[in-house]
């Protein structure tokens, strides 16, 4: 069983950056890939970036391609999303997951999940 905390969401004017992290605790395994999604509100769940846990893989939603980066500290459990040029349309509840089969860029496959952080870009 994997437990998964978020952290570093807030307040940011359009264009400006904010670092998301999250904290994985009990059982993990190198194939583990870990994933940002993120939900506004009347709209559902959609896949932001995931990456390998030891592959070095990573894929990134076309919306967020060239303006996010998902990064992993294994020693330390935790993957970061850096997001920068941010939006209003990133406004929305951003969630970690991970996953224990491949590297999937859907919600369904992903079996745990944190609570979620929110995130709001003004304009």
């Known amino acids: 069983q994997v437990q998964l905390v978020e952290s570093g969401g807030g307040l940011v004017q359009a264009g400006g950056s904010l670092r998301l992290s999250c904290t994985a605790s009990g059982r993990t395994f190198s194939s583990d890939a870990m994933g940002w999604f993120r939900q506004a509100p009347g709209k559902e769940r959609e896949f932001v970036a995931t990456?390998?846990?030891?592959?070095?893989?990573?894929y990134y939603a076309d919306s967020v391609k060239g303006r996010f980066t998902i990064s992993r500290d294994n020693a330390k459990n935790t993957v970061h999303l850096q997001m920068n040029s941010l939006k209003p349309e990133d406004t929305a509840v951003y969630y970690c997951a991970a996953a224990t089969l491949g590297v999937p860029t859907s919600p369904r496959p992903y079996d745990y999940w944190g609570q979620g952080t929110q995130v709001t870009v003004s304009s």
């Open positions: 990456i390998s846990w030891s592959g070095g893989k990573t």
